[in-house]
């Protein structure tokens, strides 16, 4: 008596159509996580700016102008740059403005480089 042992080919098949299952549900699962991981970027820049702007109204004693908060904010591998409508981050090599207010109430934006920043917005 030869006894054969092994899986048959239904068994393989079904097999193969899980591993299908679990890898479609899985992929969508890391493309969010690459978007998510970007919005956050944006979250940690944004509260980066905050902090700037907080810090130079502690030192200074004063509003800060867009130049002088971009001057003050430190960011992780890129840099910051004063524009007339807010302040100019990079995330992964594309360019955001964290828009900067004139007012307390953020509704009037900044025009200029030299214009008093009192509000920090979101990168939209």
């Known amino acids: 008596m030869n006894k054969q ?3 048959t080919l239904i068994e393989l098949v079904m097999v193969i159509v899980i591993i299908g299952i679990l890898a ?3 992929v969508p699962r890391f493309v969010d996580m ?6 956050a970027a944006k979250q940690g820049t944004e509260g980066a700016v905050r ?3 907080t ?6 004693r004063t509003y800060p102008t867009v130049t002088q908060l971009a ?6 591998g ?19 403005i964290v828009p900067t207010y004139t007012d307390s109430s953020c509704t009037t934006p900044t025009a200029a480089v030299g214009n008093f920043v009192q509000c920090v917005g979101s990168i939209p």
């Open 71 to 76: 001057a003050n904010v430190q960011t992780d």
């Open 55 to 60: 810090i130079s109204i502690a030192q200074q």
């Open 78 to 96: 890129g840099n910051a740059s004063p524009q007339g409508t807010g302040v100019q981050v990079t995330i992964n090599n594309v360019n955001y």
């Open 5 to 7: 042992t092994g899986f």
């Open 24 to 26: 479609a549900m899985a």
């Open 51 to 53: 902090a700037a702007l």
């Open 34 to 39: 690459e978007t998510e991981a970007e919005n």
